[in-house]
């Protein structure tokens, strides 16, 4: 006959609270408490009885980047001939819609044409710019019209980001989280992938940093491992075993907490509030992938 551990536990004479040790207990309550992501709100991955949820609409103007992250998906699906074409991906009446998954959007030239198309098109739908903010400047922000924007940094100091992105942008970067940060009229988002290893130290200083400058909340992700990434981020430093650990990528965030409104991905959350303490305490996560393609079917729409 098997046993839960609860139940084992009783068993043995034991109450299941005696089992729980204070780390995890906070680790439960900290999930708990957490709020969804502006980003996830309104996702299909934050409904665990959708089988195979899909995430939000994605409109692609480029594969293209001007950075090339040791850790980007986006860059392996190029490689692979896997990234998608520019276009709307999704479906009518979408809660929000993201510009974009793929690529650095600031990099085409019809990022301010599409940006007004999707709003006349669209007018109800939350609209997300995802960039890595080393284009964003004060004139292309104020042609551009979005509801959140959502800035990649993922390290503290110029060497350290210039070693993640292979590009000299980390002041650029920072300036447009003050263009946004100081911009109240839309939700901004320092979004940062847990690399331990490599950028443990950096997290909560770039959360200290990000909210100096006015960003609302920062997204910290965990990080997915793609085959064609692998050595690169293995030079760098990373800790293969703890970037598997839900505990280790909880606890970045609670540091980072002290400093500024962190949330983590939304589906993520949404599996660890099933978890009770001791199973969230000692859980590992899948932390490695095939390169992404895209589940939402292309939508003709009129291109500008």
Same mark, same amino acid.
């Not at 292309?140 to 993922?154: A, G, Y």
């Not at 000299?168 to 920072?174: G, P």
């Not at 901004?188 to 992938?193: A, D, E, P, W």
């Not at 303490?277 to 003709?300: E, M």
């Given at each position: 006959?098997?046993?839960?551990?609860?139940?084992?536990?009783?068993?043995?004479?034991?109450?299941?609270?005696?089992?729980?040790?204070?780390?995890?207990?906070?680790?439960?309550?900290?999930?708990?408490?957490?709020?969804?992501?502006?980003?996830?709100?309104?996702?299909?991955?934050?409904?665990?009885?959708?089988?195979?949820?899909?995430?939000?609409?994605?409109?692609?103007?480029?594969?293209?980047?001007?950075?090339?992250?040791?850790?980007?998906?986006?860059?392996?699906?190029?490689?692979?001939?896997?990234?998608?074409?520019?276009?709307?991906?999704?479906?009518?009446?979408?809660?929000?819609?993201?510009?974009?998954?793929?690529?650095?959007?600031?990099?085409?030239?019809?990022?301010?044409?599409?940006?007004?198309?999707?709003?006349?098109?669209?007018?109800?739908?939350?609209?997300?710019?995802?960039?890595?903010?080393?284009?964003?400047?004060?004139?292309?922000?104020?042609?551009?019209?979005? *509801?959140?924007?959502?800035?990649?940094? *993922?390290?503290?100091?110029?060497?350290?980001?210039?070693?993640?992105?292979?590009? *000299?942008?980390?002041?650029?970067?920072?300036?447009?989280?003050?263009?946004?940060?100081?911009?109240?009229?839309?939700?901004?988002?320092?979004?940062?992938?847990?690399?331990?290893?490599?950028?443990?130290? /950096?997290?909560?200083?770039?959360?200290?940093?990000?909210?100096?400058?006015?960003?609302?909340?920062?997204?910290?992700?965990?990080?997915?491992?793609?085959?064609?990434?692998?050595?690169?981020?293995?030079?760098?430093?990373? /800790?293969?075993?703890?970037?598997?650990?839900?505990?280790?990528?909880?606890?970045?965030?609670?540091?980072?907490?002290?400093?500024?409104?962190?949330?983590?991905?939304?589906?993520?959350?949404?599996?660890?509030?099933?978890? *009770?303490?001791?199973?969230?305490?000692?859980?590992?996560?899948?932390?490695?992938?095939?390169?992404?393609?895209?589940?939402?079917?292309?939508?003709?729409?009129?291109?500008?």
């Amino acid at each position: 006959m098997k046993y839960s551990w609860e139940e084992f536990a009783r068993k043995m004479g034991i109450e299941p609270e005696i089992l729980e040790n204070k780390e995890a207990r906070l680790l439960k309550k900290f999930v708990d408490d957490l709020i969804v992501p502006t980003h996830c709100q309104g996702c299909q991955g934050l409904d665990l009885s959708i089988e195979n949820p899909v995430h939000h609409p994605s409109y692609e103007l480029t594969p293209a980047c001007n950075h090339d992250c040791i850790f980007c998906y986006s860059n392996v699906a190029v490689k692979l001939g896997k990234a998608p074409k520019p276009g709307y991906y999704g479906w009518e009446d979408p809660y929000a819609i993201t510009v974009s998954q793929y690529g650095e959007p600031l990099m085409s030239p019809k990022i301010v044409e599409v940006n007004r198309m999707l709003r006349e098109r669209f007018p109800d739908a939350r609209l997300d710019l995802q960039t890595n903010g080393s284009l964003l400047t004060e004139e292309l922000w104020e042609k551009l019209d979005f *509801d959140l924007v959502m800035i990649s940094l *993922d390290a503290a100091t110029r060497e350290k980001h210039k070693m993640i992105t292979n590009a *000299d942008t980390f002041d650029n970067v920072v300036n447009a989280l003050r263009i946004v940060g100081v911009d109240k009229s839309v939700r901004s988002v320092v979004r940062t992938i847990f690399m331990p290893g490599i950028n443990d130290e /950096d997290i909560p200083k770039i959360a200290e940093l990000a909210a100096s400058l006015g960003v609302d909340e920062m997204m910290l992700q965990p990080l997915t491992i793609h085959e064609l990434n692998e050595e690169r981020l293995r030079k760098a430093g990373l /800790d293969f075993e703890r970037a598997e650990s839900i505990k280790e990528y909880l606890k970045a965030a609670m540091e980072a907490k002290k400093y500024i409104d962190v949330r983590i991905s939304g589906c993520q959350l949404a599996i660890y509030r099933t978890m *009770d303490a001791l199973t969230l305490f000692s859980a590992r996560r899948i932390g490695r992938d095939v390169a992404p393609i895209v589940k939402r079917k292309k939508l003709q729409l009129e291109e500008p």
